[in-house]
């Protein structure tokens, strides 16, 4: 079975960091590209990140470039998403998402996309 497990979220001041971790089984880094998505309250749900090993590529969005890095540590088997330089509007639930697509395909993935899996959600809260 394809299982994601996000983990890693939290409560952080502004200007701080987090690690989000999303653990995968099921598959290997080669099948699947990975991101990462968010949904803040009242908004629809954006792709942040996403790498494909296949492709030895990663994107960003233009709202967390330059502050987050996404990577894969093949010894945990995790995706994970370094988050520096925390802002109030980075306040979501963060999601790890997984599928045989491009990032791009990904990156805009819902709930009615098919063949995406996806991973429970993390609560990440800056404050200002």
């Known amino acids: 079975d394809v299982q994601l497990q996000a983990s890693g979220g939290g409560l952080m001041q502004a200007g701080g960091s987090l690690r989000l971790s999303c653990a995968i089984s099921?598959?290997?880094?080669?099948?699947?590209?990975i991101a990462w998505l968010r949904q803040a309250p009242g908004k629809e749900r954006e792709g942040i990140s996403c790498?494909?090993?296949?492709?030895?590529?990663?994107y960003y969005g233009d709202s967390v470039k330059g502050r987050f890095t996404i990577f894969s540590d093949i010894a945990k088997d995790t995706v994970d998403l370094l988050m520096n330089g925390l802002q109030p509007e980075d306040t979501a639930i963060y999601f790890c998402?997984?599928?045989?697509?491009?990032?791009?395909?990904?990156?805009?993935?819902?709930?009615?996309?098919?063949?995406?899996?996806w991973g429970q959600g993390t609560q990440v809260t800056v404050s200002s």
């Open positions: 790498i494909d090993s296949f492709a030895n590529s990663h």
């Open positions: 998402a997984a599928g045989s697509v491009p990032c791009t395909t990904l990156l805009a993935a819902t709930d009615q996309t098919p063949n995406i899996y």
């Open positions: 099921g598959f290997t880094f080669d099948d699947y590209a």
